[in-house]
């Protein structure tokens, strides 16, 4: 199943189009099989990323409580948690380094979003008062 639900996820990310639910969908599922108490904490992690550049973008704020930061934080987690061994160090490296890009993205992302709001609070405040005829 977990081969079949990465699959569907690559495909998802080849289509030109929106596809920002249904990878958010298939990335639901692969986490509910990549539970934190199962063997596959190393892919839960990726996938936590993975979901972290799906909500960056788009308000999944209804389906979801966890921000893209979120997501990125407990990926970094993850990776933290995870041991060190000549197998998988190269590996584990360049996925940690993946999270810490993506945790700078989206909290640049994050920040432009709340920045932008005051913008338009500031400029609704400014502009309130004048009658424009």
């Given at each position: ?66 921000t ?7 990926a ?33 992302e ?24």
């Amino acid at each position: 199943m977990l081969c079949l639900l990465e699959e569907e996820l690559r495909c998802y990310k080849e289509v030109a189009g929106d596809t920002a639910q249904e990878r958010y969908n298939t990335l639901c599922d692969l986490l509910d099989i990549c539970h934190e108490d199962s063997a596959h904490a190393h892919l839960r992690a990726v996938y936590l990323c993975e979901m972290a550049q799906v909500v960056c973008y788009q308000d999944f704020s209804e389906q979801t409580d966890c921000t893209a930061v979120d997501f990125t934080h407990e990926a970094l987690r993850l990776f933290e948690e995870e041991p060190e061994t000549p197998e998988n160090a190269d590996r584990l490296k360049d996925d940690k380094a993946h999270a810490l890009l993506w945790l700078y993205i989206c909290t640049l992302e994050k920040n432009l979003q709340e920045v932008s709001s005051i913008i338009i609070i500031a400029g609704n405040q400014l502009f309130s008062g004048f009658k424009f005829v």
